[in-house]
């Protein structure tokens, strides 16, 4: 009895991950990858002076590079709570221990951003910077900028 009523819940959820899968992809296609679409975008849309791209190239650089260990040290957090979650009997504590530490490296993350953030803002005109504030993907906490 308990075997018919897994079957359809696991295929139900094989269905959603592909469907999700497929709609994450959907949005995403069509865009241009790294840094340099973002910053073909940015140029564009704030009329970026070539010393103002050059300037933004190191910073980005910069962030990426600054921010690869917290890529790596995230993606072995995860892994952590893959297997910890996988266990026959998950240990609480230390799953709580492992959702402590990915949410201190979210906390290192979103500092980075803002550094980025600032250290971009710091190089536009008046004008530029409050059309840049007014942009999703670097303010608030919408999409934020990601490792392509």
């Known amino acids: 009895m308990l075997k018919r009523s897994i079957l359809p819940l696991v295929l139900v959820g094989a269905l959603v991950v592909a469907a999700g899968g497929y709609a994450f992809a959907q949005k995403h296609a069509g865009r241009e990858g790294g840094f340099t679409g973002r910053l073909d975008h940015l140029k564009a849309s704030l009329s970026l002076t070539d010393d103002q791209v050059t300037q933004m190239q190191t910073i980005f650089k910069a962030h ?37 530490a ?14 980025m953030k600032a250290d971009i803002g710091a190089i536009l005109t008046p004008e530029q910077k409050a059309k840049f504030d007014q942009r999703k993907s670097f303010g608030g906490r919408g999409h934020r900028f990601r490792r392509g």
């Open 102 to 115: 990915g949410t201190g490296l979210r906390s290192q993350m979103r500092a980075l951003e803002d550094k």
């Open 64 to 100: 990426h590079e600054a921010a690869q260990p917290l890529f790596t040290q995230m993606r072995a957090n995860r892994e952590a709570m893959k297997t910890a979650l996988s266990a026959t009997e998950p240990n609480p504590t230390e799953v709580g221990k492992i959702v402590i």
